[in-house]
């Protein structure tokens, strides 16, 4: 069974930038499409971004993109997620999920990522 542990999160000032490893043990990145979600207190936890088993196709939703860039290292079997120009909105539990149901041009189908991590808190506040 996949295994997902997140880690890099931090408190960082508005305009900063964090860096978000996601290592994957018990699989292979190479079945599995990797997700970023994240929950802001009071809000539902929404998908973000996302990349396809093979690496090649990825997906960000209109709030983060142009500012976070997910990227897959398979030697190290870890997802980063590279968030820049952060916002006081972006302040949420960042989580990452693994899904081997997927297609390869729609890894944002958020409901059927199935193994997930712990979580991550980002704090972006002056």
């Known amino acids: 069974q996949l295994q997902l542990v997140e880690s890099g999160g931090g408190l960082v000032q508005p305009g900063g930038s964090l860096r978000l490893s996601c290592a994957a043990s018990?699989?292979?990145?190479?079945?599995?499409?990797i997700g970023w979600f994240r929950q802001a207190p009071g809000k539902e936890r929404e998908g973000i971004s996302c990349i396809s088993s093979s690496g090649v196709s990825t997906n960000y939703v209109d709030s983060v993109k142009g500012r976070f860039t997910i990227s897959k290292d398979s030697t190290k079997n870890t997802v980063y997620l590279q968030m820049n120009s952060l916002k006081p909105e972006d302040t949420a539990v960042y989580y990452c999920?693994?899904?081997?149901?997927?297609?390869?041009?729609?890894?944002?189908?958020?409901?059927?990522?199935?193994?997930w991590g712990q979580g991550t808190q980002v704090t972006v506040s002056s």
């Open positions: 018990g699989g292979t990145l190479k079945y599995y499409a």
């Open positions: 999920a693994g899904s081997p149901y997927t297609v390869e041009t729609m890894c944002n189908a958020w409901s059927e990522y199935v193994y």
